[in-house]
């Protein structure tokens, strides 16, 4: 029975394997590579990506992200962070790359 309750209110008690990214796909998009790679939990897929830009020094700055949107189709995930990417590109162009950090959360 508690196993049960454990199961229902997420407490697996580390039994469970944390989010685990799956495999994913990238496009190229105003000089940037996105990278989908949705986090597989359990039996949904978290929207997660990165954004990666290689810079006039040939150094490779890249910007995570992670959101809170689920899917139960993998391909779903992916077309999603495919998309967001490419919204977080267009609201950001000017700043997105701009700091010295080489790689961030966004």
Known sequence: MASFFSKLF????GSEKEAQPA???????????IRA????????YRLAGSIEK???????KVRSF?????FTAEQDAIDS??????Q???EQRATLFSDD???RSV
């Not at 997420?10 to 008690?13: C, D, I, P």
């Not at 790679?37 to 949904?44: D, H, L, W, Y």
């Not at 290689?54 to 490779?60: L, N, R, S, Y």
């Open 10 to 13: 997420g407490f697996s008690g």
């Open 23 to 33: 495999a994913g796909k990238t496009e190229t998009y105003a000089d940037c590579l």
């Open 37 to 44: 790679t949705p986090m597989r939990e359990g039996s949904q």
């Open 54 to 60: 290689t810079m006039p020094d040939g150094a490779t």
């Open 66 to 70: 992670i959101r809170a949107d689920l």
């Open 81 to 86: 962070a495919l998309r967001k990417g490419r």
């Open 88 to 90: 977080i590109i267009d």
């Open 101 to 103: 950090a080489q790689s």
